[in-house]
């Protein structure tokens, strides 16, 4: 796993220690942040089920203001905790350790200028069958005030699954082998 473009491009991340995290591939993320590009520089960005941290730390590397990471496997925490200080990007940087789900349901609310440019939604794959009422839920919170308007959410899960996240409306998708990546915006 690597940063692939901006300030830190080529520089290394330390990559999960177990199977509880599924990096994306540098063709899929090139391909990805080649359509974020314009929305990047200076942006709020949430990276939710962050792992590692490598959406939200490519986006720090390309010029956004700052990265809010969400993770709960402890293992994943403290190698995303090695990489932003690796990279010297604490100063940018927030990590909320613990599950995202209550963590948005204790926090329904934000300032209009604290509510996110982009947000990272990459759940792990089972949860789109396991666990969808939390991931609507989770939806509409963004939509009801943590996702600015004309901000948008990048949802990544299996090519085989398919789960409606309402009042976020899907304005585009790409497959990429066995996996969707979806464009979603408030509606």
């Known amino acids: 796993m690597r940063i692939i473009a901006g300030e830190f491009r080529g520089r290394r991340l330390l990559a999960p220690e177990t199977d509880a995290t599924r990096p994306i591939t540098d063709r899929v993320k090139q391909s990805l942040f080649d359509i974020l590009t314009p929305l990047i520089p200076d942006a709020k960005v949430y990276d939710c089920f962050a792992g590692t941290g490598s959406m939200g730390l490519e986006c720090l590397s390309r010029g956004a203001a700052v990265a809010t990471f969400f993770e709960a496997d402890r293992s994943a925490g403290k190698r995303l905790a090695k990489n932003i200080a690796t990279l010297g990007v604490g100063d940018r940087s927030k990590v909320v350790a613990g599950d995202v789900f209550r ?29 969808p009422d939390p991931l609507q839920r989770l939806a509409r919170h963004f939509a009801e005030s943590h996702l600015k308007l004309g901000g948008t959410v990048i949802f990544r899960h299996d090519a085989s699954d398919q789960l409606d996240l309402p009042p976020l409306k899907c304005t585009d998708a790409r497959t990429y082998g066995g996996m969707v990546l979806q464009f979603l915006q408030r509606g």
């Open 103 to 131: 963590w948005f349901d204790a926090h329904p609310g934000i300032a209009k200028d604290a509510a996110a440019d982009l947000i990272f939604l990459d759940p792990p794959y089972r949860f789109l069958r396991e666990r």
